[in-house]
């Protein structure tokens, strides 16, 4: 039987014109394909050497660098399932993850492995600078012989948002990432001549399954950045052909003078994703780059599933049309198919869509019917097959890219003395694309709560994306016949909070 691998499918790219660089860092450091393979198959020795086997769970959140996605790398080459964790994450969120998850191996920043890895069997450590007990262990071991897999076995798993506010586990086969992929490669037309600009995190689908998939597979070089730097990116923008952001990164380009059409001299390709593209921010960019930005759409649990067309009509406001083997329906509450033009429910099919959730047995139905995904997304499709996303029916909040459920806020502000109940909520933020917003209600006569003291709290419990960039205060909060509050009217009430604020 051949080897459905998606680590086989890499290594033929990567044992390919081996010496060529694959990743070069603003430091000069420079890192061949060749190295990767080598340092992956060192690094997968001491995964299984710690105790890892086909199939365990493998999880790491620690800062990026190249030596965390060698670790990406290793786990795919030793056939055991990567967990990538937000390095921002905190106690709470993190003992969640890793309970749920029960990983084999905990790879962490020395600042959070003891005091998180606690009950895992092994933990090893991995700094931002690419030190640590991993790469130590590493330098003396010989490489591991990569692991064979079938399609569905499952190589990764991320951590997404559900109905209840607790991360779930969204596994993916080894068949998702490679047909995503190859797809991907194709439809961008990425070859070995490209040079990715990548400044996002890869912890998060966009950076790690989007964009160095894409590189890795294709051959291109990428130009590391540890984050987005505005400054650095538009140092090396001349150097690059092709970069992936969220609409935070073209917003902060607009605001700088010196991004202009000489700077994006060698680009040919802007994608943006993760979050929702102001039909403002892409007419600015293209009024000042003579570039359209190419917005697609996709999430943890389907990887990449449309996108407008590298050749042809890129409309601003949509995400575009289904890529090559995916299709997409609108249906209403009845799952009845409805008319181009009528908005309704977002339901997903393809070779990219994960199978269900992390130890969801018997209860796909929730998530999905007659084979098609749930994406709890809102949106219409035009007559030609445009797809428009318009809300989220679970009411997700995304800011600057990354997924905030507000119900996981919510118990956080409710554990303050004297506040009966808050409501959190997405507002349109021109940086962020919404800002997370909290709207609060106190006790009459009890222990007084102010907006320093609630976000205060909120940055000891939570990752820093998720805590409200305002909190309000009212004195009740709006309610239909069933008592349920009425977040649309808290968004239609606040919708211009952050109007003319840039950060």
């Known amino acids: 039987m051949s080897d459905a691998s998606f680590y086989a499918m890499l290594r033929s790219r990567l044992l390919a014109e081996a010496e060529r660089p694959a990743l070069e860092l603003p430091s000069g450091r420079r890192l061949t394909r060749a190295d990767l393979d080598r340092t992956a198959g060192r690094y997968a020795t001491v995964l299984r050497e710690r ?37 921002a994450y905190q106690a ?27 009950g895992i069997p092994a933990v090893l450590t991995l700094d931002r600078d690419g030190r640590g007990s991993l790469p130590e262990a590493a330098r003396s071991a010989v490489e591991a012989s990569p692991v064979a897999a079938t399609p569905g076995d499952l190589a990764a798993m991320l951590y997404t948002s559900g109905t209840t506010g607790r991360p779930k586990g969204a596994p993916l086969s080894h068949a998702n990432l490679a047909s995503n992929a190859s797809v991907l490669v194709e439809a961008w037309e990425i070859t070995d001549r490209d040079v990715l600009l990548h400044a996002l995190p890869i912890f998060h689908a966009h950076g790690l399954f989007v964009a160095a998939h894409t590189a890795l597979l294709a051959g291109a070089t990428m130009l590391w950045l540890a984050r987005f730097d505005v400054g650095e990116v538009l140092r090396l923008l001349p150097r690059a052909t092709v970069m992936m952001g969220v609409p935070t990164f073209y917003t902060r380009l607009l605001d700088e003078p010196g991004f202009d059409r000489e700077a994006c001299r060698g680009m040919r390709l802007f994608v943006s994703g993760s979050a929702p593209l102001l039909a403002e921010t ?3 960019f293209e009024r000042r780059t003579g570039h359209r930005i190419l917005e697609r759409y996709g999430m943890s649990e389907i990887l990449m599933h449309t996108g407008n067309p590298l050749h042809g009509e890129r409309r601003p406001g949509t995400v575009g049309v289904p890529f090559r083997g995916s299709a997409v329906r609108i249906v209403d509450e009845a799952d009845r198919d409805l008319p181009a033009g009528a908005v309704g429910q977002v339901l997903v099919r393809g070779p990219n869509v994960f199978a269900g959730y992390w130890r969801r047995e018997g209860r796909g139905g929730e998530d999905f019917v007659d084979g098609w995904f749930r994406t709890g997304d809102l949106g219409k499709l035009s007559a030609d097959g445009y797809l428009t996303l318009v809300g989220r029916a679970k009411d997700l909040i995304i800011s600057g890219g990354l997924n905030v459920y507000p119900s996981e806020v919510e118990a956080v502000i409710d554990e303050l003395p004297g506040v009966v109940e808050s409501a959190v909520i997405g507002l349109p933020h021109r940086d962020l694309g919404e800002a997370v917003t909290a709207v609060v209600r106190l006790a009459a006569g009890g222990e007084p ?17 998720k805590v409200p960039k305002r909190v309000l205060f009212v004195a009740e909060l709006p309610r239909n016949s069933m008592g349920k509050v009425q977040k649309k009217l808290l968004r239609e009430s606040y919708t211009d909070l952050y109007q003319g604020v840039a950060r």
């Open 51 to 87: 105790g890892a086997r086909a199939g365990d769970r493998v999880a790491f959140q620690v800062e990026k660098s190249p030596e965390a996605l060698i670790l990406y790398l290793a786990c795919l080459r030793a056939g055991v399932i990567a967990v990538p964790m937000n390095p």
């Open 92 to 118: 709470a969120e993190v003992g969640h993850i890793l309970g749920d998850a029960e990983p084999a191996i905990y790879v962490a920043d020395p600042r959070w492995a003891e005091t998180f890895g606690r």
């Open 282 to 284: 892409w007419h600015a």
């Open 449 to 465: 709560a102010d907006e320093p003291t609630v976000i205060a709290h909120c940055k000891q419990r939570l990752a820093g994306y």
